[in-house]
């Protein structure tokens, strides 16, 4: 069974550009999450679709971040303008049913974003 | 209060010893519990699930603290594979979410 896809995998910009960052969950995956992950934290969760509806986006910071989820199926991430603290490794992951936490949540390989 | 708290570590053990890894969380509404193992520049991992009676895979035993709200997990006879960072993981206020402790980094040497 293939696993999460993310591209691209490393990602360097300067201040103020913008990134875009994609994700295929495995398929028949309903749920799927965007995280943040900075050097030396947890992931953090930024948004999560359920299909293609927002479940929580509580900690997306909507000034800068946008994320959708058309069709239910793929995502993109994106940051506009970014600024240095959002260097991180952004992770995203898929989860089969309908966002329940005791569902097993599959990450992908997560890429890695320098902003210079 | 962060929602979950860790050690950090790292932890440095010999191979055969025994280890065990705590982690308290703040919300006591929470139901959900795992440990994630996350290798050097990889995604994190589900290891294991903490069941409220304690669960044992193999060498890994997980062990949950309502009252305390902690959690534990232990692991014994550790390999040189075992060397990684793991993650203590609870769901959050709103029931769907994960909530993730900053990890706690095991190497275990020759």
Known sequence: ?116 | RKEVEQDPGPFNVPEGATVAFNCTYSNSASQSFFWYRQDCRKEPKLLMSVYSSGNEDGRFTAQLNRASQYISLLIRDSKLSDSATYLCVVNSNSGYALNFGKGTSLLVTP
């Open chain 1, 1 to 116: 069974e293939a696993g999460v896809a993310q591209s691209p995998r490393y990602k360097i910009i300067e201040k103020r550009q913008s990134v875009a960052f994609w994700c295929n969950p495995i398929s028949g995956h309903a749920t799927l999450y965007w995280y943040q992950q900075i050097l030396g934290q947890g992931p953090k969760l930024l948004i999560q679709f359920q299909n293609n509806g927002v479940v929580d986006d509580s900690q997306l910071p909507k000034d800068r971040f946008s994320a959708e989820r058309l069709k239910g199926v793929d995502s993109t991430l994106k940051i506009q303008p970014a600024k240095l603290e959002d260097s991180a490794v952004y992770l995203c992951a898929s989860s089969f049913g309908t966002g329940v936490s005791t569902d097993t949540q599959y990450f992908g390989p997560g890429t890695r974003l320098t902003v210079l």
